[in-house]
């Protein structure tokens, strides 16, 4: 599975926790951040995949699961902590559940918002493996 847990540089103070993310941590020069919040508990997010575009999930508030795919195995990953996150390379089918109220998705991405870079449907994608 071509993902990896990454932890992130984590402050710590009697004040309250620091956590910052430069470029040296990711394997991606990061062209944009967005986030999901107010997510009602039953919503499933993500169901695609991208072409070229890597991106970083971090659970910022709260916890989620993030289900994967390569088109051979599955794995799921439950993102919990602040100063942790989920790289998630090019090629991956991904769909994110399980949501905990208030929880936020916080996404760096190493692209700009563009709809041609994502498969959205399943066997495209499985298509697209062979
Ligand atoms: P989508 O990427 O499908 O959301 P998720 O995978 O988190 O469930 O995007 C949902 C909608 O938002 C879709 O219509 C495209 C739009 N969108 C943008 O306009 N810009 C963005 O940067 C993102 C991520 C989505």
Redesign the pocket.
């Given at each position: 599975m071509n993902i990896a847990l990454i932890q992130i540089p984590k402050i710590e103070d009697t004040r309250g926790n620091l956590s910052v993310i430069e470029n040296d941590i990711l394997p991606f020069e990061f062209k944009?951040v967005?986030y999901?919040y107010d997510i009602p508990s039953a919503a499933e997010?993500?169901?695609?995949s991208h072409i070229k575009q890597k991106e970083f999930l971090i659970a910022l508030s709260g916890s989620f699961d993030v289900i994967l795919n390569n088109g051979l195995q599955q794995q799921t990953v439950t993102l919990n902590k602040p100063y942790e996150g989920l790289l998630i390379n090019e090629g991956i089918w991904r769909e994110?559940n399980n949501f905990s109220s208030g929880s936020v998705c916080l996404?760096i991405?190493s692209a700009v918002?563009e709809?041609s870079d994502?498969i959205?449907d399943f066997n495209a994608f499985l298509r697209s493996k062979k």
């Open positions: 944009r967005y999901l997010r993500g169901g695609h994110l996404v991405a918002y709809e994502y959205r």
